[in-house]
């Protein structure tokens, strides 16, 4: 089963349910009405420089990672979105192949508190997480958002707590972006999809990478 | 959302002038307008009442000026580190509430070090109400405090853990072979109170003043000659000869949170000290 197959899966599940299948329309209709992908960094800009802790209680700048190699970051929304779950495992599945392709992976999610060090456990991930505290590089790039209504309401039924978890009230989540970074720190290929639950296949990131030579 | 819009609404509330603003932020007003316009469509609201003589930020962009400030702040992190570290020594102060142990922070404490070499690093341990006054004064940069619900609105907190209460007693005692303490079994039991030790003691119902310390280590000296048991909270280093269990029914013993004042600059050791306590899980780190 491909990343593909079960995030549709997992989407059809979901969509069962009426109220969400019209929030879920709702969210990425409205953010396809604010031109959401024009503002965000795409292939061709340099990605921002940074310095972000990571699940193993370190500190991280992009120099670091870019000296060992071409670069693949993806940013997800957190521990308790199903779709960055499935995608963070399927990237696992494929880090030898990231690789074999001289490439090397970082997750940057916005939740503080240890969740960075949970989701890298739950998942077994050998890839690190970051944290972007207060989504900083999220602004950075253009990706975060201020979540529209119903979606906040829904979120907050659900017990997820936006504000606790970052630490940070301003109600923002990153739209789920891979972005492709040679070593010169260019951004050489990006994946974004204000739908959050639809995310690139691994083998075109993989691919990505290889064309890097 | 974007940096840039994010930026001159910033702007915007320091200098509460659509014109003032633009020359701030070196663009034209209509751009200015534009960008605020954008950023409040995606807020959901406006962001500030124009009217001819005065404006003011609204209620909902008093609310998300904070929120917006932290994250400008972050972004920024690294090209002003780059800067600051060309200009001084780095110089970190860390300041830890009586009875907050260093080992707390230990760790991104070498992590710094690591990452800042010939980083100048003072600890300070003082009571609360003397950190939260060195703090607003600019003689600390962050603090470890204990959340009593009276911190003032000027200082940011991020809530680092809930401590649960210990029971400690001497090597021999009953407790020993249990994994728990239950708060009936500690009712038969003399216990030695701290001053200021807050609900969990209320909890206890507890009625024996007898005992009394002013300090973790002070309650751990009379336990261990055999003057009675004591409450701590879990992280509190155990004296060699003492023994801890867990007391689940105590409930919460404290909160404890990150501190550094609003609004100010962050050197990039205190933006790095911040992030790095601020994502870490102590909690479960404690728990493990």
């Given at each position: 089963m491909t990343l593909r197959d079960k995030l549709d899966a997992q989407r059809e599940r979901s969509a069962a349910n009426p109220v969400w299948r019209a929030t879920y329309e709702a969210t990425v209709a409205e953010l396809r009405r604010m031109g959401f992908l024009n503002q965000a960094l795409r292939a061709g800009a340099r990605f921002p420089d940074f310095l972000l802790p990571s699940a193993a209680d370190r500190l991280v700048g992009l120099s670091d990672l870019l000296v060992r190699g071409p670069l693949v970051v993806t940013f997800i929304r957190g521990q308790w979105c199903p779709y960055c779950a499935l995608t963070l495992a399927a990237l696992e599945e494929s880090l030898p192949d990231i690789q074999a392709a001289d490439g090397q992976l970082v997750a940057i999610t916005p939740?503080?508190?240890?969740r960075a060090l949970a989701v890298r456990q739950r998942h077994g991930l050998h890839y690190e997480v970051l944290v972007d505290v207060d989504s900083g590089v999220g602004l950075n790039c253009g990706?975060?958002?201020?979540?529209?209504e119903p979606y906040r309401s829904s979120i907050a039924r659900a017990g997820i707590d936006l504000a606790d978890r970052q630490g940070?009230?301003?109600g923002l989540l990153p739209v789920p972006a891979v972005y492709v970074i040679d070593r010169s720190g260019l951004i050489v290929r990006d994946f974004m999809d204000v739908d959050f639950t639809r995310r690139p296949d691994p083998a075109d990131i993989v691919e990505a990478l290889r064309a890097l030579g | 959302m974007e940096l840039h819009q994010v930026r001159y609404f910033l702007a915007l509330c320091r200098t509460l002038n659509f014109t003032r603003a633009a020359e701030a932020c070196n663009v034209t007003q209509p751009a200015l307008t534009r960008a605020i316009q954008r950023l409040e469509d995606e807020l959901g609201g406006p962001l500030l009442y124009r009217e001819r003589s005065l404006t003011q930020l609204t209620p909902l962009g008093r609310t998300m000026m904070p929120h917006l400030e932290a994250m400008v702040r972050a972004a920024e992190a690294v090209s002003q580190a780059a800067a600051d570290m060309r200009r001084q020594t780095p110089l970190l102060r860390v300041g830890l509430a009586?009875?907050?142990?260093?080992s707390l922070i230990a760790g991104s404490l070498a992590e710094l070090e690591r990452r800042f070499p010939g980083l100048e690093l003072h600890l300070q341990s003082d009571d609360q109400k003397t950190l939260i006054e060195s703090l607003l004064q600019g003689e600390t940069d962050a603090a470890l405090l204990l959340?009593?619900?009276?911190?003032?609105?000027r200082l940011d907190r991020w809530k680092l853990l809930h401590e649960g209460c210990r029971a400690v007693f001497r090597q021999g005692?009953?407790?020993?072979?249990?994994a728990c303490v239950k708060l009936p079994a500690l009712a038969a039991e003399t216990v030695v109170r701290g001053d200021g030790w807050g609900g969990a003691w209320v909890r206890l119902g507890g009625?024996?003043?007898r005992l009394r310390a002013a300090s973790w280590d002070q309650a751990q000296h009379m336990v261990a000659v055999g003057l009675g048991v004591a409450l701590l909270p879990q992280h509190v280093a155990v004296l060699p000869g003492l023994l801890g269990r867990p007391v689940?029914?105590?409930?919460?013993?404290r909160a404890v949170v990150l501190a550094a004042v609003n609004g100010r600059m962050y050197s990039p050791a205190l933006d790095g000290f911040l992030k790095l306590n601020r994502a870490r899980g102590f909690t479960a780190a404690l728990a493990a």
């Open positions: 939740e503080t508190g240890g990706v975060v958002f201020h979540v529209p940070n009230g301003g | 009586d009875g907050l142990s260093a959340d009593d619900g009276e911190l003032p609105e005692h009953a407790f020993e072979h249990e009625e024996t003043h689940p029914d105590a409930g919460d013993m």
